[in-house]
Nanobody, 121 residues
Framework: QVQLVESGGGLVQPGGSLRLSCAASGSIFRINAMAWHRQAPGKQREMVAAITSGGSTNYADSVKGRFTISRDNAKNAVYLQMTSLKPEDTAVYYC???????????????WGQGTQVTVSS
């Protein structure tokens, strides 16, 4: 009933930019925090950036100053603007939303299917 769909991933050169988008749809009552996580082969999944419903943000130290998270509450969407990309940014990026569904009584986490970001020459 709830689906998160990411878009915007792809292949870029080091120093390039990408903008990831994630739109949540379905039986959503309210979205609390939204976040982007990433996982590279052989590594643990890590939080990249998060944003609350009020717009407060947090970033992993590795992306501070390079990535910017934003959201459009009216569209149930979250975005990740990535600049000055490095090869180590290569990973599958996942959208996450902490939300309450119309059929539930408490908030829970939902995940998108992931989108591949590859930074290479």
């Amino acid at each position: 009933q709830v689906q998160l769909v990411e878009s915007g991933g792809g292949l870029v050169q080091p120093g390039g930019s990408l903008r990831l988008s994630c739109a949540a749809s379905g039986s959503i009552f309210r979205i609390n925090a939204m976040a982007w996580h990433r996982q590279a082969p052989g590594k643990q999944r890590e939080m990249v950036a998060a944003i609350t419903s009020g717009g407060s943000t947090n970033y992993a130290d590795s992306v501070k100053g390079r990535f910017t998270i934003s959201r459009d509450n009216a569209k149930n969407a979250v975005y990740l603007q990535m600049t000055s990309l490095k090869p180590e940014d290569t990973a599958v990026y996942y959208c996450n939303a902490d939300l309450r569904t119309t059929w539930g009584t408490k908030s829970q986490g939902f995940w998108g299917q992931g989108t591949q970001v590859t930074v290479s020459s």
